[in-house]
């Protein structure tokens, strides 16, 4: 069986060094090499460290660039550089060489005669380029070398863009390119994506198809840009930045490379007149408005803010290509899709407005539906591999094929057609046939249409993945307003979460205690508890502790807070095993009831912490219990218990987040011998299912504790000298200092004389003391008040 | 009976964590400088040694087990007993001063005084935090780091970046002049280094000779000290440059009476005139030697113009600035080698290592009086004043 242990990548630009990083993130030995340092002085030319500089600065910045490429720091110790006249030789011991040097066929195929030189047969090697032809770069190469060699096209950034497309030669051996479909999912988290030799291979050349139209119908309809990336963003289950700001960040010279790119090599793309710059765009790059590295783009930041202390931009008025500021433009299906949550029906919606939006929105999708259409089998030979691109290359929440299936097929294909787009043969022959979605699911499955055979294949991967969505048909075990409860097969129930941006209020609590009560009281093995939607949970709905905080409803507070602290703690205190599979914001009272759980699977893109203290209270869902349990755990005997405590305290005082899964360990909110990652956020379910399975095995109830050391006035001392610290220079306000001692009181069990053993319910019973005496303070409310209507957090 | 001061030595100061001393323990340290004092004063035996007074700040760890008995033990024998005295910052300018109060009351003729610490190995607050509670829940700005006072200290009395910036320049551009011209050769005891470690999964081994302070930046200006971010405190303006370095180092002096300076046939260097400590605020810690110095100048029966020469801590420059500004000292005449923010602060060993530069300077000088000042963490400053001999 192939196995990957060591990696070489070549070049060590923007893509070379966030490969590098995220190989290192997926537990790889990495050899990064780039070029000898050029214009080095004569006392310089044999010094390894002065030949090095230039690939070692290129990964610091990398290392240093926001959002972080590595999951942690350390992994860095994972990647060893060089240069590639010195080093080249160390290719030999790597079992996949990855090229991403310059975009130029020469120089890559000099490097690969090189790198043949050196390498072991057998070894993989791949280029990640976005623009050359892949079987042009093993020309020349011997037999192994071909057979063995394919595309593998990451996204910038590469932690973050879930998309590889690997594209293989007619060379490429079939294993090698099933190896990499595999390799990319299991271990290094990527949606992979079969793709064919053509240019820009699937999602860059429909992605880009989609910008260029949006740029085209922008100036058609004569819409401020702004408005357009209202539309084309979060209203089309797109990205935050639409079309226009999303030009900015990526920089008008490498989009209008890649536009270029496909209107030179694709002469036949019945397209092609939508692969034009237009003169507005022209006149960006010929000013060098590349965008946001160069300040200004179709947006530039002005020196002001606005009365909400905001930043201001001007936006490029696209006729006049003067920057003015925006003004405030609507349209009422703008208006109206704010009000629809499900996707589906927004998207139908905009269909049944006239207003100039709508009209954008319609064209742009109509467009979108014939130019997909017509690339199968041209660029892939299913629907489902440029969904799959379009979503985890551009984090669509739907492709081309999913949102035509939301309109449906036969409604599509008239619009599409009435707006003067020409549909293919294949589309009207599913219709012919019967056929009314590029979609079916059956028994938890998802098939996709497949034009060359007229029928629907399962789409691969899906034997260690569970998707909640392709459950729906079956009915619920349990349900209410703000959780489902599933039946995920072999006796695992899946709860999941419904509400608001999944923020825990009664319904979640309710639902929690009711699955695992169902779990225990039936022929159930156990609980997993997980969802897909973006965020794992934002934590306690606010509103509802705020209302009562107004109201001072203290009883029913009380009752509340109450509850919340003896549903985490069901999570642990139950006959049944119960896994958290999290991903996203895994906020507050979220991660008060993981920490509760026999296990977490964590996606690696998890970023948990006990945020509490950034609306004025605590951990009160018994996450500041937890932290005491945990602190007593890690004593040892003669240590000075002092330096625990601080820390845990920081950790709960300055509300930190991880920004990984990974960083999690060691802030405390996962612990090594029963919390565990996966890299692929799609098979956290499925992992959670496979630990609950294998904890029931030999699963007993575990007994509360009454163990629990506490260090009273002893650990209070210090920690209230530290919190003060933190008044002194001015990181935290006296409101925070308030709150900070209230977090050292719970973790110290209180003013106890001496240190001594608690049990849980004491420290619960101390933490929703604390908790409630949070909740009457004016300043307290301000930070609730102030999280609910702007969602960020208020120093006061 | 008047007691004297025979001999000043000091080992080079290292920069802790990442210095020649690291690995260097910093009783090790004391018994060089200590055996460095024994082969310099003929005729001087370890049975003369009353004591060995060990000044130390953090004793703990490393620097535990009563450190000032196991100095005695390393650099001289079972017979001379040895102790530990803490008063921070100022703990080796107050050996010196113990040692001189008790030949002067007749307890005793010969006594070896000084400090040493490894902040290397001991971290700032010891190894526990453990403050008393009532202080910690109604005052716990008595318990503030010694970054938050060095900001309490500037916000009070008004100290600015600039001067801030400026003054650890100039800390450091007379550091790096007094090496140059070797000023600082006299008083160092070399010191032999062995250093075993494993490179590329090799045992290595080799033995370094350290004979420079560490510390001293001659490269650095204006604009990169501007340009450091504040080191503990949000808009603060003590920065990693403008405040003393953290050390490893350890200095000795030897205190003997008039009768045993003469029996012996030695020539003293300087006479110990007063010594004062002194409270204030701990929130304020950085201001204590404007309470100490008038005492000090009391007891002695002299007046700030007497003095020639000032060595005064440069714990932060915020609260060396403050101290020069309030009591009114001609700067002119204070760290006029350079100060802790250039050559480092090793705690414990601060106030003697101060005192050996002091004599050696008055005597390059010519000068008579100078001062040893510093301030001292929990809210204390120290004053002492030397009288030069010789």
Not at chain 1, 207 to 220: K, N, P, S, W
Not at chain 2, 39 to 47: C, D, M, Q, R, S
Not at chain 2, 79 to 101: F, H, K, Q
Not at chain 2, 285 to 298: T, V
Request: hydrophobic share 40%.
């Amino acid at each position: 069986m192939r196995r990957i242990q060591h990696v070489a990548v070549l070049g060590a630009g923007v893509m070379g060094a966030g490969i590098a990083c995220h190989l290192a993130n997926a537990g790889f030995q990495v050899l990064l090499l780039d070029i000898v340092t050029p214009g080095l002085a004569e006392d310089k030319q044999s010094n390894p460290d002065a030949r090095n500089q230039l690939v070692n600065r290129a990964l610091a910045q990398s290392i240093k660039s926001k959002p972080a490429p590595l999951y942690q720091k350390e992994y860095a110790n994972r990647i060893q550089t060089g240069n590639l006249t010195d080093d080249l030789h160390r290719v030999k011991d790597c079992d996949w060489i990855v090229e991403v040097v310059v975009e130029r066929l020469d120089i890559k195929q000099q490097l690969f005669a090189q790198v043949e030189e050196h390498r072991r047969p057998g070894t993989l090697v791949t280029s990640n380029t976005s623009g050359i032809p892949i079987h042009l770069m093993t020309e020349g190469r011997s037999e192994d070398f071909k057979r063995h060699f394919c595309g593998t096209h990451f996204f910038n950034p590469p932690r973050y863009l879930r998309l590889l497309e690997i594209i293989p030669t007619p060379d490429t051996a079939p294993e090698v390119t099933q190896f990499f479909l595999d390799f990319g999912a299991n271990y290094l988290g990527k949606k992979t994506v079969l793709a064919k030799d053509t240019p820009a291979f699937i999602a860059n050349r429909i992605g880009v198809y989609a910008m260029a139209r949006i740029y085209q119908l922008t100036e058609e309809l004569g819409l401020p840009i702004d408005v357009v990336d209202k539309l084309t963003g979060p209203a089309l289950g797109r990205p935050k930045t639409g079309t226009f700001r999303l030009g900015d960040l990526v920089g008008h010279d490498t989009a209008a490379h890649v536009i270029e790119g496909i209107r030179q090599n694709c002469p036949t793309d019945e397209q092609a007149a939508t692969f034009q710059i237009p003169a507005y765009l022209k006149f960006l790059l010929d000013n060098k408005f590349l965008g946001n590295k160069t300040g200004q783009g179709f947006y530039k930041k002005v020196d002001e803010k606005d009365e909400k202390g905001r930043s201001v931009y001007h936006i490029l008025n696209l006729k006049t290509l003067a920057y003015q500021l925006p003004e405030k433009v609507t349209f009422p299906s703008l208006e109206a899709g704010k009000q629809i949550d499900d996707l589906g029906r927004r998207v139908n919606m905009f269909f049944e407005h006239s207003d100039d939006g709508a009209k954008l929105i319609q064209k742009s999708l109509l467009g979108l539906f014939a130019y997909a259409s017509n690339r199968i089998p041209e660029i892939a030979d299913e629907p489902y591999r440029i969904d799959d691109a379009l979503k985890a290359g551009f984090a669509w929440e739907a492709g081309p094929f999913e949102l035509w299936d939301m309109i449906g097929l036969e409604t599509g294909i008239k619009r599409a057609e009435a707006a003067g787009e020409t549909i293919p043969a294949w589309v009207q022959d599913m219709v012919q046939k019967g056929h009314s979605t590029f979609y079916t699911i059956q028994n938890g499955r998802r098939y996709s249409y497949q034009p060359s055979s007229g029928t629907y294949i399962e789409i691969p991967g899906q034997s260690s993945t569970i998707q909640l969505d392709y459950l729906r048909h079956q009915a619920p075990v349990y349900q209410n307003d703000e959780v489902v409860l599933h039946d995920i097969g072999e006796g695992v129930l899946c709860l999941e979460f419904r509400s608001k941006m999944n923020a825990i209020g009664e319904g979640i609590l309710r639902g929690l205690q009711e699955s695992i009560q169902i779990a225990e009281e039936g022929e159930w093995k156990g609980l997993v508890i997980g969802n897909h939607a973006q965020n794992f949970t934002v934590g306690a709905n606010l509103m509802m502790i705020a209302m009562m905080a107004y109201q001072q409803e203290w009883d029913e507070l009380n009752m509340a807070i109450n509850l919340f602290q003896q549903t985490t703690m069901r999570c642990r205190y139950s006959n049944i095993p119960v896994v958290a599979a999290t991903q996203g914001y895994v906020f507050g009272g979220g991660c008060e009831a993981i920490m509760h759980c026999d296990g977490v699977v964590a996606a690696a893109e998890s970023y948990i912490g006990l945020v509490e203290v950034g609306v004025g209270l605590i951990p009160g869902g018994g996450g500041t219990k937890e932290f005491a349990v945990r602190i007593s755990d890690s004593f040892r005997e003669g240590d000075v218990q002092v330096n625990t405590l601080i820390d845990h305290f920081k950790t709960i005082a300055t509300a930190a987040v991880s920004t990984s899964a990974y960083e999690a360990y060691g802030l405390g909110y996962l612990q090594p011998e029963k919390d565990q990652v996966v890299l692929n956020l799609e098979q956290h379910i499925f992992e959670a299912r496979a630990r609950v399975l294998a904890l029931a095995e030999h699963y007993v109830q575990p007994i509360q504790r009454d163990d629990v050391t506490v260090l009273g006035r002893g650990g209070l001392a210090a920690l209230y000298a530290a919190a003060n610290e933190l008044k002194l220079g001015k990181w935290a306000s006296e409101h925070d200092i308030k709150i900070a001692r209230k977090v050292a009181w719970v973790l110290c069990g209180g003013d106890l004389t001496g240190s001594q053993n608690v049990s849980e319910q004491y420290l619960l019973d101390v933490e929703r003391e604390a908790f409630m005496s949070l909740c009457g303070e004016q300043k307290t409310l301000e930070r609730v008040q102030h999280m609910l209507q702007t969602g960020k957090p208020l120093r006061n | 009976m008047e007691a004297y001061i025979v001999k000043a030595f000091r080992s080079p100061v290292g920069k802790a964590k990442k210095g020649s001393f690291q690995h260097f323990r910093s009783d090790d340290l004391a018994a060089v400088v200590i055996r460095h004092i024994m082969a310099n004063t003929p005729g001087l035996e370890p049975a003369h040694i009353d004591d060995v007074l060990v000044g130390c700040a953090n004793p703990e760890g490393e620097q535990g087990l009563q450190i000032g008995r196991q100095i005695a033990l390393l650099a001289l024998n079972k017979d001379v007993p040895g102790m530990t005295i803490n008063r921070y910052c100022a703990s080796g300018l107050e050996t010196i001063s113990i040692a001189v109060a008790k030949i002067r009351a007749g307890l005793g003729s010969c006594y070896i005084a000084g400090g040493t610490e490894s902040m290397s190995m001991i971290p700032m607050t010891g190894y526990k935090l453990a403050p008393n509670y009532q202080f910690a829940s109604k005052t716990p700005d008595y318990l503030a780091s010694m970054g938050m006072t060095a900001e309490a200290v500037a916000k009070k009395y008004e100290i600015n970046r600039e001067d801030c910036d400026a003054f650890a320049l100039r800390s450091h551009t007379l550091a790096a002049a007094a090496q140059d011209n070797g000023w600082f050769d006299d008083e160092i005891v070399p010191i032999e280094v062995p250093q075993v470690w494993v490179e590329n999964g090799k045992r290595k081994e080799q033995q370094i000779t350290v004979t420079a302070d560490e510390g001293v930046r001659r490269e650095t200006t204006l604009e990169a000290l501007a340009k450091l971010r504040p080191a503990f405190a949000q808009g603060g303006i003590a920065t990693a440059g403008n405040s003393s370095q953290t050390s490893d180092g350890a200095s000795f002096v030897l205190v003997m009476s008039e009768d045993l300076v003469k029996q012996l046939n030695l020539t003293p260097i300087a006479r110990l005139a007063a010594c004062a400590v002194a409270g204030v605020d701990p929130l304020y810690m950085g201001i204590g030697p404007c309470a100490a110095i008038p005492k000090a100048l009391q007891q002695a029966g002299l007046t700030l113009q007497d003095i020639d020469l000032t060595e005064l801590n440069e714990a932060f420059a915020t609260q060396a600035l403050a101290v020069i500004r309030q009591t009114g000292l001609d700067p002119d005449t204070v760290n006029v080698n350079g100060g802790a923010i250039a050559l480092g602060h090793p705690l414990g060993c601060t106030g003697a290592k101060l005192s050996t530069q002091i004599f050696n300077e008055l005597r390059r000088r010519g000068k008579k009086y100078g001062l040893v000042t510093a301030c001292v963490g929990g809210g204390q400053g120290i004053a002492g004043i030397y009288e030069r001999l010789s």
